[in-house]
Nanobody, 124 residues
Framework: QVQLVESGGGLVQAGGSLRLSCAAS????????MGWFRQAPGKEREFVAA????????YYTDSVKGRFTISRDNVKNTVYLQMNSLKPEDTAVYYC?????????????????WGQGTQVTVSS
């Protein structure tokens, strides 16, 4: 099982930017599917973005399209989530995910490895 460590969360004003990082260890990274989810208080964990396959095809939930970008550095075994034009509704704990099994990538149960999460707070 891969180990994941997130960093980069914090407090930012609406309209600002943050970049989250997720360092992976424990297995070959370049061909691994990697994802980002988030969970706000009292809500279910929701899909944000994913990078799939060696070619790095990317997928986003509609609410972040055009604002968030997922990318990866296969030398550093790190996946990033660049978040621009942040909104208060983006406030949540953000989790990195790996080990995608058969099933919809937007479903959290499809992923079996998770980081500890990093808090993102966007003030209005």
């Amino acid at each position: 099982q891969v180990q994941l460590v997130e960093s980069g969360g914090g407090l930012v004003q609406a309209g600002g930017s943050l970049r989250l990082s997720c360092a992976a260890s424990g297995r070959a990274f370049s061909s691994s599917a990697m994802g980002w989810f988030r969970q706000a208080p009292g809500k279910e964990r929701e899909f944000v973005a994913a990078s799939i396959g060696i070619g790095g095809s990317t997928y986003y939930t509609d609410s972040v399209k055009g604002r968030f970008t997922i990318s990866r550095d296969n030398v550093k075994n790190t996946v990033y989530l660049q978040m621009n034009s942040l909104k208060p509704e983006d406030t949540a704990v953000y989790y990195c995910a790996a080990d995608l099994s058969g099933g919809p990538l937007q479903r959290s149960s499809t992923w079996s490895s998770w980081g500890q999460g990093t808090q993102v707070t966007v003030s209005s």
